[in-house]
């Protein structure tokens, strides 16, 4: 009798044994289909991103080769001042080469604000109308004509610096990044509800600019190894791949071509602050393109990784996009403000405070673009965009003009004016965007109010 109830009470055991093995299979099962459709819904919102971080792989510094061509044709320096030129003892060289340089990096930018000028006043009203792929990839086939030029001009070393404004009006003759930015936000604008542009935004923004830290390593590791040739065979090889997945994979936006309806527009905000950071980290910390590749790279990444952080919780805090821009622009001046205080080539150490403060800087972008693409119907948002840029250009021939200006004159007593006067600008941005808070503030007040009496 007892050895029965031993036996019924084991059996109980066993097969309640067996369902819990089965209930933790289940809820592992259960787990794993989670996992995996998060991942599959997650994947199915991956538009531009793969594209976007091919072409920011792709853009790599042509200023070596620039320098090369002033040194040795321009100037008529011999080959050995023009390779020792950055080790303190030829600074009569290297201060000749900087300020040529800088002034053709300056025309070079004029090209690059007054071409897309001229582009941008029809483009976005067409990828209203057409849809967004096609500047897309009129732009990226400007890109593969820049590789074609510079690899051209490499492969003929006694032509002179001057020839490479060629490759600027190729690229710039498209719309360059102004049109690009107008049609790639425009897209996003389209597939994504205002509630999570912002955050959308950010994330986009960050796959985007994480490809830039690769490009500019494996461009400084390319022309250490084998040449400019190298580098800028495999800048067309990606731009050519951008072309090919924008065509084939990238689904158009706008399916049916739409009347576009003016409306009032609202604020927009221009930031776009020009650097000489290159010729900065030449002269004063004595780097060469390798060491500045490998900073700038790391300084990229860690800029990007701030700025998903930073976005996520201010998205899941459900702070303004206000707040977002604030903290980054205060970033910018903090960046500004600790490279500024760099004198000599002792005090590299330097550059990594610059860089973790500098942190939260890429913020800035995703939240003032999302500030813009909520308030403008939905047909309209290319022109808005299109309209952005052309504020943009018309800001970079200033900055441009004031740069060079202050970097030229203020090379051989304090080359870092330009981190001063940015610094400036931020905060003056960060007051300008306080006032924008307030008056946001006001009229959600208003609009409330409002609502209550109706």
């Known amino acids: 009798m007892l050895s029965d109830k031993q036996d019924e009470l084991f059996e109980q055991e066993n097969v309640q044994s067996s369902g819990d093995e089965t209930a933790e299979s289940t809820d592992n099962k259960c787990s794993f289909q989670k996992a995996f459709t998060q991942i599959k819904t997650a994947m199915s919102h991956v538009t531009l991103e793969p594209m976007l971080f091919v072409k920011m792989v792709a853009e790599v510094i042509g200023d070596t080769l620039e320098i090369d061509r002033v040194c040795r044709v321009n100037l008529n320096f011999s080959q050995q001042d023009c390779m020792a ?57 400007g890109f593969v004509s820049y590789s074609v030029i510079y690899i051209i001009v490499a492969l003929n070393p006694s032509w002179p610096v001057e020839v490479l404004f060629a490759a600027t009006i190729a690229v710039n003759a498209t719309g360059s990044w102004v049109v690009l930015n107008m049609a790639v936000y425009s897209y996003l604008a389209d597939i994504t509800p205002v509630e999570t542009r912002t955050k959308r935004m950010g994330w986009m923004d960050a796959i985007w600019y994480m490809g830039g830290p690769i490009g500019t390593v494996m461009g400084g590791w390319l022309y250490k190894s084998y040449g400019t040739v190298a580098v800028f065979s495999v800048s067309g090889t990606l731009w ?133 693409t909520s308030i403008p119907d939905k047909r309209d948002i290319g022109k808005i965009l299109s309209f952005l840029g052309l504020l943009e250009s018309m800001w970079l021939i200033v900055d441009k003009t004031l740069y060079t200006f202050l970097y030229n004159a203020f090379i051989e007593y304090f080359p870092q004016i330009n981190f001063v006067v940015e610094a400036f600008i931020a905060v003056i941005l960060i007051l300008v965007m306080i006032l924008l808070k307030r008056d946001w503030f006001k009229q959600r007040n208003s609009n409330s109010n409002k609502m209550s009496t109706d």
């Open 85 to 141: 030129m950055d080790d303190g003892n030829h600074s009569d060289v290297q201060q000749a080469v900087q300020v040529y340089q800088n002034t053709f990096n300056y025309y070079q930018s004029l090209m690059a604000s007054i071409l897309p000028v001229l582009v941008i006043l029809f483009a976005g009203s067409v990828s209203d109308q057409y849809g967004r792929k096609l500047p897309m990839v009129v732009v990226l086939g």
């Open 240 to 372: 050519l791949f951008c072309i090919i997945y924008v065509v084939v994979v990238v689904k158009e936006s706008i399916v049916q071509p739409s009347e576009t309806i003016p409306k009032r527009k609202p604020y927009r905000y221009v930031l776009d602050l020009g650097r000489a950071v290159y010729l900065w980290a030449r002269r004063v910390l004595g780097w060469d393109a390798t060491q500045y590749s490998i900073w700038s790279g790391t300084d990229e990444a860690i800029h990007q990784v701030g700025m998903v952080v930073w976005v996520g919780l201010a998205s899941f805090y459900c702070l303004s996009d206000h707040t977002v821009a604030t903290f980054g622009l205060v970033s910018i001046a903090l960046w500004n403000t600790v490279l500024a205080c760099i004198i000599g080539p002792s005090m590299w150490w330097l550059v990594i405070f610059a860089t973790l403060s500098g942190a939260l800087e890429g913020s800035i972008e995703p939240a003032l673009r999302a500030l813009i």
